[in-house]
């Protein structure tokens, strides 16, 4: 209630307009933090999905190269293809161009082996760098992809390449699962 004084001028017990201006001032601060809070968590969230989603991709793209790689080097039975081809002689050709077509075969496919090592070395990298050593399934992946040999038989080199594989699957659905929790906003 307001009374008026005998100058004009309003005193009051209470000034209702200062109360409703500064609660509706601590309500909009109220939900401008709330608001603030959550798109920092939504954007947070979104964020390290993303990074996360990238990390899984890169991933799997460094195992399928690494296992590609291993395939066809174990294929091409890397370690004794054309080994000292420009000393070699071919007696079954005929002719010197003959020989020197066979010599430039096997030196580009000695430049493929090469270049095919060179790839999966490096995959083999990307994939270690990103293993968290202190997991067990990633432990075993560093050793299985330290240890693969191309040049072993085929059951047991296509039976290395499957728990490649697998072990892949075990790490990346652990990855996955919390990529779909931070989206929803969840922290593990």
């Given at each position: 209630?307001?009374?008026l004084l005998a100058d004009g001028s309003a005193s009051g017990i209470v000034d209702v307009s200062a109360i409703v201006a500064v609660i509706?001032?601590?309500v909009t601060l109220i939900i401008g933090i709330w608001t603030w809070r959550y798109n920092y968590n939504r954007l947070f969230a979104q964020t390290v999905s993303t990074n996360r989603m990238d990390w899984i991709n890169v991933w799997?793209?460094?195992i399928s190269t690494f296992l590609a790689?291993?395939?066809v080097l174990h294929a091409c039975n890397a370690e004794t293809a054309c080994a000292n081809c420009s000393q070699r002689k071919f007696p079954d050709k005929k002719t010197d161009a003959d020989n020197n077509k066979a010599k430039s075969f096997c030196e580009v496919k000695d430049c493929y082996i090469r270049e095919t090592k060179q790839k999966m070395e490096f995959a083999r990298t990307m994939i270690t760098s990103r293993l968290n050593l202190t997991e067990d399934s990633h432990k075993l992946m560093?050793?299985?992809i330290?240890?693969?040999d191309c040049d072993i038989k085929n059951e047991k080199f296509y039976h290395q390449c499957e728990y490649i594989e697998e072990l892949a699957r075990q790490i990346l659905k652990p990855e996955w699962e919390r990529?779909?929790?931070e989206?929803?906003?969840k922290r593990r």
């Open positions: 209630m307001i009374n509706g001032a601590v799997r793209e460094n790689c291993a395939k560093k050793i299985t330290m240890t693969l990529m779909k929790d989206a929803k906003g």
